[in-house]
T-cell receptor, first 115, second 115 residues
Framework: AQSVSQHNHHVILSEAASLELGCNYS??????LFWYVQYPGQHLQLLLK??????LVKGIKGFEAEFIKSKFSFNLRKPSVQWSDTAEYFC?????????????FGTGTKLQVIP | DAGVTQSPTHLIKTRGQQVTLRCSPK?????VSWYQQALGQGPQFIFQ???????QRGNFPDRFSGHQFPNYSSELNVNALWLGDSALYLC??????????????FGPGTRLTVL
């Protein structure tokens, strides 16, 4: 069964620090990869996604992620975090079976940015 | 343009009862997926509906069932509730035509508490 691992459960950073959140998945076939963010009291929102092409993907709010197929990884990065980035971040993997989707989420990483 | 809407917002039930949760997809979306998000966990895929049929299913027992209506809205039914069903239930919608490069849009969720 496919699984998604997010190794950092809780990260605390000061403003302007750089961020890297790890995500590894276990499925060997073709996948689409996503990072979602959930700000306090808000819906899950898409940050960025990868489905083909350039393995370095840029998303909203200055976030980017790099797909490294050989490492089954899709780490999220931001060079300089802001207090408003405080949220929970979820990595997700989508694979297709019979033409329909099956999405697996990681357990999430809570990011706290200190002003 | 309304996004994904879910009702009710909160619900309290007792063990053994049955519950029905509702979801209206984003305008133009015909595929609806349901997820269970337990406290401190990432969303777990329950099932996906397209053209009024269940197309994919996660590892959930038959107590979890669903329905999709001709207007693409959907219901999630859970029978014989037990304490472990307490969670946030998320609905996500997407357009089937974009299933390869899919982006799911999530609703705010229904918080179910089983006492």
């Amino acid at each position: 069964a496919q699984s998604v691992s997010q190794h950092n459960h809780h990260v605390i950073l000061s403003e302007a620090a750089s961020l890297e959140l790890g995500c590894n998945y276990s499925y060997g076939g073709t996948v689409n990869l996503f990072w979602y963010v959930q700000y306090p009291g808000q819906h899950l929102q898409l940050l960025l996604k990868y489905f083909s092409g350039d393995p370095l993907v840029k998303g909203i709010k200055g976030f980017e992620a790099e797909f490294i197929k050989s490492k089954f990884s899709f780490n999220l990065r931001k060079p300089s975090v802001q207090w408003s980035d405080t949220a929970e971040y979820f990595c997700a993997v989508n694979r297709y079976s019979g033409g329909y989707q099956k999405v697996t989420f990681g357990t999430g990483t809570k990011l706290q940015v200190i002003p | 343009d309304a996004g994904v809407t879910q009702s009710p917002t909160h619900l309290i039930k007792t063990r053994g009862q049955q519950v029905t949760l509702r979801c209206s997809p984003k305008s133009g979306h015909d595929t609806v997926s349901w997820y269970q998000q337990a406290l401190g966990q990432g969303p777990q895929f329950i099932f996906q509906y397209y053209e009024e049929e269940e197309r994919q299913r996660g590892n959930f027992p038959d107590r979890f069932s669903g329905h999709q209506f001709p207007n693409y809205s959907s219901e999630l039914n859970v029978n014989a509730l037990w304490l472990g069903d307490s969670a946030l239930y998320l609905c996500a919608s997407s357009p089937y035509r974009d299933r390869v490069t899919d982006t799911q849009y999530f609703g705010p969720g229904t918080r179910l508490t089983v006492l």
